[in-house]
């Protein structure tokens, strides 16, 4: 290996390692989160309801802050710092804030003003006392897409600037809050349980709007205010977020689909496949997602330089160590899932019964932990070459044959592990097209 190579993957391994560790953080809080929940609440249609209240306000994030923002406008960040031109690259942070804050600002006034019709379509098999609460907590929580789309933006800037340490912090405010907000204000809240979506809203904007502010401030960002349309790359950081925003990609709106599906189950249900969602998805995020950021940057760039020998080694590595660490998470998930639910959850209001109800559905959800895993390294190396319509388009593939899955277990009343088994082999079916189209890139 050259000196050269030596040196990017001492620095993937050291940002590698600061993200596994916040990840790591960040998942922790969100079991701790999902503890708390049923240990005062239990599982019921109230639990339900606050699961379900995150359904309208996730899908913004996901398909705006949380995939396209980042995989449109870091590559094109990174290609401008590689050709020397960092003060251009502001000048496109600066455009890309202006332009979809304003969009922002038109789009959750509005979600919030129609979001009981909203819940009619996401909510539909909910009974309406359950879906009128949702609303209520979905009304408080959907201000919090601002302060995710602004931080999304501004944690981007600091992973091209190769600093990890703030967002390490920052992306574990929410959860804190909700935390907090669950022993503070439950007792003033109505429902109780609202407390905790006052709690994450207050957390998400000191996480996402001030901690990175500061940090881009210390590092010398410019923030120059206009929508800089004419700038090519700014036009180029939209191009590339449309297919991402427009597509439906199975990992974007895999928890709203699943959600739907299982509001047709009785109470408690909504909150079983929250939980046992969340132990799927710590895998995913502790070892897929933060690999996957971490060595964004650096595939990027060497696609810049068009090193394809070093974006080759480094999407293989990344590719293999998920592998690695999250097989052995789903051979527990999938031979002892009682055992886990009983050691993390059952304890307060959390009683043998939901331990039964939601054991089966990890288990189900264990068997594609490794395929969960292995998209977000897949999805990046797609992205860092600046193609965003493929991997989309094969998401959207995938996510008709996870609908139509879930439409026949439903349809056929079969087992309510049933939609997360449907979940597992869209996961897998997801991987492999992504596998087979990227090795013919």
């Known amino acids: 290996m050259s000196q050269d190579a030596e040196k990017t993957s001492a620095h993937v391994a050291r940002s590698s390692g600061i993200m596994v560790v916040s990840v790591f953080a960040s998942r922790v809080l969100g079991l701790v989160t999902a503890i708390v929940i049923t240990a005062l609440f239990g599982q019921n249609l109230m639990t339900d309801a606050y699961r379900l209240s995150f359904q309208i306000p996730d899908l913004v994030f996901y398909l ?16 401008l710092r590689e050709q020397g031109k960092e003060s251009e690259g502001w000048v496109v942070f600066s455009g890309v804030a202006t332009t979809l804050t304003a969009v922002l600002l038109v789009i959750l006034p509005l979600l919030m003003i129609f979001a009981d019709p909203l819940a009619r379509v996401f909510f539909t098999g909910a009974s309406n006392e359950k879906m009128q609460m949702a609303v209520q907590m979905s009304r408080i929580i959907i201000p919090a ?13 600091l992973y091209c600037k190769g600093n990890y ?29 609202a407390s905790m979506s006052w709690g994450g809203l207050i957390g998400a904007y000191a996480g996402n709007i001030l901690l990175p502010m500061y940090a881009l401030t210390r590092l010398g960002a410019r923030y120059t205010p206009g929508f800089h349309w004419r700038h090519p790359g700014v036009r180029k950081v939209f191009r590339l977020m449309a297919p991402v925003i427009f597509g439906l990609s199975l990992p974007g709106v895999f928890p709203v689909i699943m959600q739907w599906f299982t ?5 408690g249900y909504n909150s079983a496949y929250d939980s046992a969602n969340r ?33 080759s080694r480094q999407l293989l590595e990344t590719a293999r160590a998920t592998q690695y660490l999250a097989v052995p998470c ?9 055992d886990v639910i009983q050691v993390v959850f059952q304890r307060g209001s959390f009683t043998v019964e939901d331990t ?86």
Request: hydrophobic share 60%.
């Open 330 to 338: 789903a051979v527990i998930m999938v031979l002892l899932p009682y």
């Open 279 to 311: 132990l799927q998805f710590a895998p995913q995020g502790v070892f897929g997602t933060s690999l996957a950021l971490a060595a964004f940057p650096t595939l990027s760039a060497a696609f810049t330089n068009r090193d394809m020998k070093g974006f």
């Open 145 to 157: 897409q601002l302060a995710f789309f602004l931080g999304g933006l501004m944690f981007g800037a």
């Open 263 to 267: 509001s047709f189950l009785p109470d």
């Open 64 to 79: 705006i802050a949380g995939g396209a923002l980042s995989s449109a406008f870091i590559p094109v960040f990174t290609e």
């Open 356 to 441: 039964l109800r939601t054991a089966p559905i990890l288990a189900a959800f264990g068997v594609g932990v490794f395929a969960w895993c292995l998209q977000p390294v897949l999805m990046r190396g797609f992205f860092a070459m600046q193609e965003t319509l493929r991997p989309v388009i094969l998401g959207t593939i995938t996510t008709a044959v996870f609908i139509l899955l879930c439409g026949l277990a439903l349809g056929f009343g079969l087992p309510a592990w049933s939609f997360a088994a449907a979940g597992s082999v869209g996961a897998m079916v997801f991987a492999v097209l992504l596998l087979f189209g990227i090795k013919k890139r």
């Open 165 to 193: 340490s703030y967002s390490a912090v920052g992306i574990n405010f929410y959860n804190i809050g909700q935390i907090l907000g669950a022993f503070t204000l439950s007792s003033i809240a109505t429902p109780a349980i």
